[in-house]
């Protein structure tokens, strides 16, 4: 689009290979049709589906969408005792200014939706140290909060993050511990986020 600002366009294929063990089985209901008949047995499910996703992005922002289960499940091998994957569609945006050569702020955020799942809201803040070490923190409305640090060394990322649960949260019972390691595959690739 111009020197600094681009669009990309990413696609993926997913493969789950699902296995259920039926004598570890609990059904709600009695006599449940769909998974009753697994009980006392095993049962193997192959699943491939595909993401999708566009972005804007430039060196101070960028603006992105995807979606995570496109064909929702309907490429499938097996027992079927799962009939359809929900579709998950996530859209993300984020700004980073240099205060200067030592500190710069970034700011993101992410909203998720998905059909069996009420919708999320995300908001996260970092700042980032000589390029090389971050520290932040985020919320997840009505879900949980996070502390995050990380560090950039050469083309590999180290990331942690903590994150415990809000009062509210049914989706997050317990705090969790979160680590990233990401590698840069081509050079160019500095801006990326």
């Known amino acids: 689009m111009s020197e600094q600002a681009g669009v990309r366009l990413g ?11 039926g004598n570890n089985l609990t059904t709600e209901q009695a006599n449940d049709p769909t998974v009753g008949q697994y009980i006392g047995g095993f049962a193997n499910l192959s699943i491939v589906d595909f993401n999708l996703g566009l972005s804007l992005t430039h060196p ?26 929900p579709m998950v569609s996530i859209a993300q945006a984020g700004y980073r200014n240099a205060i200067s ?3 710069s702020v970034i700011f993101n955020t992410m ?30 409305v009505d879900y ?25 949260s049914y989706l997050l019972p317990n705090p969790t511990h979160e680590f990233m390691l990401g590698i840069r595959l081509f050079e160019g690739s500095e801006n990326i986020w």
């Not at 799942?117 to 997840?140: I, Q, T």
């Open 11 to 21: 696609a993926g294929v997913n493969f789950n290979q699902i296995r259920l063990d």
């Open 111 to 140: 909203w998720r939706s998905q059909d069996n799942l009420p919708d999320n809201l995300e908001f996260n803040m970092k700042f980032m140290f000589y390029e090389k070490f971050w520290v932040g923190a985020g919320h997840r």
């Open 144 to 168: 949980a909060n996070s502390a995050q640090l990380g560090m950039l060394m050469g083309k590999m990322r180290f990331g942690y993050v903590y994150e415990w649960p809000t009062l509210k």
């Open 101 to 103: 050569d030592q500190l």
């Open 60 to 85: 101070n922002y960028y603006f992105s969408y995807g979606m995570h289960n496109v064909n929702q499940g309907s490429f499938s091998k097996g027992d079927m005792f799962i009939s359809k994957k």
